[in-house]
């Protein structure tokens, strides 16, 4: 993913922008064709997930297939579909198929329009199928028996059963993973952009190469899509994180007691995607300089909450839930002198969180 700037003073903050892209699917023989191979033919605990824009188009059409590997009785799929209690709405369906029969989990909530949601089916080993929207459950049900693998193509933005069943929107940061991903684990890793091998992921399709007729997967493992009659288009309105750095084990020099650490008011700035943003100000009360580099740690977040900033590091001589960011590029803050780190915090259904903060300074070590 690309970076989208975030600046005050002192500290660049950044995000996902410039070189963020996702594929637009709904015009006629629109589809990603990924060859079948053995990575993707998974008949044990499986997650396919992915963030989806739907058009209105969607509403026209009882099928509306997001991704695809499916056949008569086995395989999987994520698609929305006319709702069985009310025709007018299109949930989320996820299909794994078992040797006892097909099996369909229809979500409760309607695919909402024209705003980026998070989709993820999942089959785990107690024998249960779930379906998240947005990092919350949406459905779920017994499914005792695992998927049976097939040895068919898969699709993205269409199937195999015809062009009528095609997606109608975007569709960006596909992923199909070989585990059954928790709820935590869904909610730690949407808003990540992994775009390196993971344990676990057997495909990836991030779709940010802007052009051309590849679709390449970046999990390592080569299941490259061929790109047909699909639209490049911009997605920077989807704010993905690049995935966190190894974790730091110490930090040299705490000095939370020469430093008075303030935080302004939480404020709304982005109602799609739950971000709140805050301002943390910084002021040497020690009396003496103090040299850099310095950074400012970030304690006790709530899982689900990603720090923004530039060099994020985690887990900085705290166990879990701390981020650590620099101040002022290593150089010394004078006595009295104040500086401030802007700080953009980004969740799903979370709406209220505490932490800590405290400054240390030298340098981090892994």
Same mark, same amino acid.
């Given at each position: 993913?690309?970076?989208?700037?975030?600046?005050?003073?002192?500290?660049?903050?950044?995000?996902?922008?410039?070189?963020?892209?996702?594929?637009?699917?709904?015009?006629?023989?629109?589809?990603?064709?990924?060859?079948?191979?053995?990575?993707?033919?998974?008949?044990?605990?499986?997650?396919?997930?992915?963030?989806?824009?739907?058009?209105?188009?969607?509403?026209?059409?009882?099928?509306?297939?997001?991704?695809?590997?499916?056949?008569?009785?086995?395989?999987?799929?994520?698609?929305?579909?006319?709702?069985?209690?009310?025709?007018?709405?299109?949930?989320?369906?996820?299909?794994?198929?078992?040797?006892?029969?097909?099996?369909?989990?229809?979500?409760?909530?309607?695919?909402?329009?024209?705003?980026?949601?998070?989709?993820?089916?999942?089959?785990?080993?107690?024998?249960?199928?779930?379906?998240?929207?947005?990092?919350?459950?949406?459905?779920?049900?017994?499914?005792?028996?695992?998927?049976?693998?097939?040895?068919?193509?898969?699709?993205?933005?269409?199937?195999?059963?015809?062009?009528?069943?095609?997606?109608?929107?975007?569709?960006?940061?596909?992923? +199909?993973?070989?585990?059954?991903? =928790?709820?935590?684990?869904? %909610?730690?890793?949407? &808003? @990540?952009? #992994?775009?390196?091998?993971? *344990?676990?992921?057997?495909?990836?399709?991030?779709?940010?190469?802007?052009?051309?007729?590849?679709?390449?997967?970046?999990?390592?493992?080569?299941?490259?899509?061929?790109?047909?009659?699909?639209?490049?288009?911009?997605?920077?309105?989807?704010?993905?994180?690049?995935?966190?750095?190894?974790?730091?084990?110490?930090?040299?020099?705490?000095?939370?007691?020469?430093?008075?650490?303030?935080?302004?008011?939480?404020?709304?700035?982005?109602?799609?995607?739950?971000?709140?943003?805050?301002? +943390?100000?910084?002021?040497?009360? =020690?009396?003496?300089?103090? %040299?850099?580099?310095? &950074? @400012?740690? #970030?304690?006790?977040?709530? *899982?689900?909450?990603?720090?923004?900033?530039?060099?994020?590091?985690?887990?900085?001589?705290?166990?879990?839930?701390?981020?650590?960011?620099?101040?002022?590029?290593?150089?010394?803050?004078?006595?009295?002198?104040?500086?401030?780190?802007?700080?953009?915090?980004?969740?799903?259904?979370?709406?209220?969180?505490?932490?800590?903060?405290?400054?240390?300074?030298?340098?981090?070590?892994?």
């Amino acid at each position: 993913m690309g970076y989208r700037v975030f600046a005050s003073a002192l500290l660049v903050l950044q995000s996902a922008a410039a070189g963020n892209f996702a594929l637009q699917f709904g015009n006629p023989g629109s589809s990603v064709l990924v060859l079948n191979s053995a990575s993707l033919n998974i008949s044990g605990p499986i997650t396919v997930e992915a963030w989806v824009k739907a058009d209105p188009a969607i509403l026209d059409n009882f099928y509306n297939f997001i991704v695809s590997k499916q056949l008569y009785g086995t395989g999987y799929t994520l698609l929305s579909i006319v709702s069985t209690t009310n025709p007018t709405e299109r949930p989320f369906q996820f299909e794994a198929n078992s040797v006892n029969g097909d099996f369909h989990l229809q979500g409760t909530s309607p695919v909402p329009i024209s705003v980026w949601t998070h989709v993820a089916g999942v089959w785990s080993q107690d024998g249960v199928a779930r379906l998240y929207v947005n990092g919350r459950l949406d459905a779920s049900r017994s499914v005792p028996a695992p998927p049976v693998a097939n040895n068919q193509n898969l699709y993205i933005g269409n199937s195999l059963f015809g062009d009528s069943y095609r997606w109608h929107g975007l569709i960006d940061e596909l992923r +199909i993973w070989n585990a059954a991903r =928790s709820q935590n684990d869904i %909610n730690q890793s949407m &808003f @990540l952009s #992994i775009s390196t091998s993971y *344990p676990g992921l057997v495909a990836r399709w991030g779709f940010d190469e802007g052009s051309g007729t590849v679709a390449h997967d970046s999990s390592g493992n080569h299941n490259d899509g061929s790109v047909s009659q699909a639209n490049w288009v911009s997605a920077d309105d989807l704010v993905l994180l690049p995935t966190p750095p190894p974790p730091i084990t110490s930090c040299s020099n705490d000095i939370s007691g020469k430093t008075l650490v303030t935080r302004s008011p939480t404020h709304y700035i982005y109602p799609s995607q739950y971000e709140f943003s805050q301002t +943390i100000s910084v002021t040497n009360t =020690s009396g003496s300089t103090l %040299n850099g580099p310095l &950074f @400012l740690v #970030i304690d006790g977040l709530t *899982p689900g909450v990603f720090v923004l900033g530039n060099q994020l590091i985690t887990h900085c001589g705290s166990p879990n839930g701390s981020y650590l960011i620099p101040l002022n590029a290593g150089m010394a803050l004078q006595a009295g002198q104040l500086t401030a780190a802007l700080l953009v915090f980004t969740t799903q259904g979370v709406y209220s969180f505490s932490y800590t903060t405290r400054v240390f300074q030298g340098m981090p070590s892994n």
